[in-house]
């Protein structure tokens, strides 16, 4: 295992063979954390943070992770405290469900269930969008608003109390949560530039 250097915290993002995730690796490299897109739980035991991001479709992205063994690790990070992340399909497998493959459980970490977009909207929602925040989220602290972001996706959780952001889209649609340490977004940090940057250098400053 590597540790972390120093005044660098660990962040593991949790690799589950589903696609090329190295993005959000540098992209948090690039506001300090030492991150390590790993299949290792001993180094995600080890990590000060966990990252859990996901292309594709609900249900073979859940049965990847736990063909990996990797959702008993999100699952024990989650439950230890431990500051989380989950990016686009990785937000919504910590639901219960989804349309996109019903019968398939999800982690079932927040409550609901992940639904298509509205009706009369293009699926995937494939462009930037504008977040409005609900409340004061610690995630998008310091940044100016509106603060634009980057989705693709033709689903998202249903709203609930721990929802902090919602963009427009044929209505208000679930953008990212918090509950506590653990954090979420729909849309995609690593590829929504200087704000998504941003609010990564967040998530890494809330590992010190």
């Known amino acids: 295992m590597t540790p972390a250097a120093v005044g660098r915290p660990l962040v593991a993002v949790l690799d589950y063979g589903i696609g090329n995730l190295r993005s959000a690796q540098k992209a948090l490299e690039r506001v300090g954390a030492e991150a390590h897109l790993t299949a290792d739980a001993g180094l995600a035991a080890e990590a000060a943070g966990v990252v859990l991001p996901g292309v594709g479709a609900f249900g073979p992205c859940m049965a990847a992770l736990r063909r990996s063994g990797l959702d008993q690790v ?16 990785g937000m919504q497998l910590l639901y219960q469900g989804s349309e996109e493959n019903p019968g398939t459980e999800g982690l079932g970490v927040l409550p609901g269930t992940v639904r298509r977009l509205p009706e009369g909207v293009k699926r995937p929602q494939m462009q930037w969008n504008a977040l409005d925040a609900v409340g004061d989220p610690v995630m998008l602290t310091g940044l100016a608003r509106p603060v634009w972001t980057y989705f693709v996706h033709s689903f998202a959780p249903e709203a609930g109390e721990h929802v902090v952001a919602t963009c427009d889209y044929g209505g208000p649609v679930v953008a990212a949560v918090e509950r506590g340490r653990l954090w979420a977004t729909q849309f995609h940090p690593e590829k929504s530039g200087v704000a998504g940057l941003a609010i990564l250098a967040n998530f890494v400053t809330a590992l010190h």
């Not at 999100?74 to 399909?89: D, E, S, T």
């Open 74 to 89: 999100a699952l024990h990070a989650i439950a230890a405290g431990v500051p989380f992340l989950g990016i686009c399909v």
